[in-house]
C-alpha cells in the first residue's frame, strides 16, 4: 500500500489499512490468531518524550508537575495531545531524592486513526507506546539491563534513535532511511551518512553529560540495519560499538522454522509489542 500516512503521520485511509490487515489475517504462515487484543506502536518523530527530575510528591501534585513541564517543553497545545507518564526511577541530586518521570505525549489525531482502524478490525486495544520501545525491548537483554545502549533503528523513510539506560532516556528522529541506502560493489553506499552521525553523536554526548555514564555500544535494527559495511561505517562515525540488535533475545522460536539472521532486525518492533506485558 502506498501513501498510507499522511505527513502529519495520522492514517490516511482506515478503512483501506483494516482491508489489507484482515486478509494477512486469514492466513497466517503459521498456526491460528485467536488474539482479540493489540498492542500498537506510533511513529517516534510525531512523539513527544522525556525523562522529568521531580521531587517526590503527592499523585495529584506530580499529576500538575507533569502538566507544567508539557507546555513548557511541547510546542503543540496540550488539548490536541494525550499526555500519559509514569515514574521510572529515582535519583540523588546530593540534597534530596528525586523521582524519574518519563512524559510522553502523542498528537490525538494520530491515536485516534490507529484506534479507527483497530474498531474496524473487530479488535480490542490493549496498549500504545512508541516504536523505539517497542524495539529497546525485544532487543536488550536482562544481562545487559545495566547497560547504557544507543538504539538506531533504520526505516525506510526515517531513523529512530534512543538511549536506553533501564527506561527510555532520551529520543530522537531524523528524515534520512533505507530509502537513501544503496549498495555498491557490496557495499552500502550511504550519502547521508554523516547526517545520521551528527544526531547520533548529540544523543551521545547529551546523555553521557547529563547522566556522568558512558553509553557501551549500539543496537542496530530496522530493514537495513544488515546491509553490507552499514554497521561498520556507523561504527567508525560515531566512535562506538555497533551490533546488529537481536530481537529474539528475550524469547525461543521453538519450534518454528528459524527466521534468516539478515532479516531478523526487521521483526524487533513487532516483537518488542508482543512482549509488552510479559517482559518488565
Known amino acids: 500500500m502506498k501513501d498510507i500516512f499522511s505527513p502529519q503521520g495520522v492514517i490516511a485511509n482506515p478503512q483501506a489499512v483494516a482491508n489489507e490487515i484482515k486478509e494477512l489475517l486469514k492466513k497466517p504462515n503459521w498456526g491460528k490468531i485467536r488474539a482479540e487484543r493489540v498492542n500498537l506502536s506510533l511513529p517516534e518523530e510525531k512523539i513527544f518524550s522525556r525523562v522529568l527530575e521531580l521531587p517526590q510528591m503527592s499523585e495529584a501534585e506530580l499529576s500538575d508537575a507533569v502538566q507544567w513541564e508539557a507546555e ?161 561505517e556507523i561504527a567508525q562515525k560515531i566512535n562506538l560499538e555497533v551490533e546488529i540488535g537481536n530481537p529474539w533475545v528475550n524469547i525461543s522460536t521453538y519450534p518454528l522454522k528459524p527466521i534468516p539472521k539478515a532479516e531478523s532486525p526487521r521483526y524487533a518492533n513487532a516483537i518488542g509489542l508482543a512482549l509488552n506485558g510479559v517482559l518488565k
Open 72 to 232: 513548557q517543553y511541547i510546542p503543540t497545545p496540550l488539548k490536541e495531545l494525550s499526555l500519559d507518564y509514569e515514574i521510572v526511577g529515582t535519583r540523588s541530586n546530593g540534597k534530596e531524592i528525586l523521582n524519574e518521570v518519563l512524559m510522553i505525549a502523542a498528537p490525538q489525531n494520530i491515536i485516534n486513526s490507529y484506534l479507527e482502524v483497530i474498531d474496524k478490525l473487530g479488535l480490542e486495544p490493549y496498549n500504545i507506546e512508541t516504536n523505539i520501545q517497542a524495539v529497546a525491548r525485544s532487543m536488550i537483554s536482562s544481562k545487559a539491563k545495566d547497560e547504557a545502549i544507543l538504539v538506531i533503528d533504520i526505516g525506510g523513510k526515517t531513523t529512530s534513535m534512543a538511549v536506553f539506560d533501564k527506561t527510555v532516556r532520551i529520543t530522537g528522529s531524523i528524515p534520512v532511511g533505507g530509502e537513501n541506502i544503496s549498495v555498491e560493489s557490496k557495499k552500502a553506499s550511504f550519502p547521508e551518512i554523516d547526517t545520521l552521525a551528527s544526531e547520533l553523536k548529540k544523543l551521545i554526548n547529551y546523555y553521557e553529560e547529563k547522566d556522568d555514564k558512558k553509553i557501551a555500544r549500539a543496537f542496530l535494527c530496522g530493514g537495513s540495519a544488515c546491509l553490507p559495511s552499514l554497521k561498520e
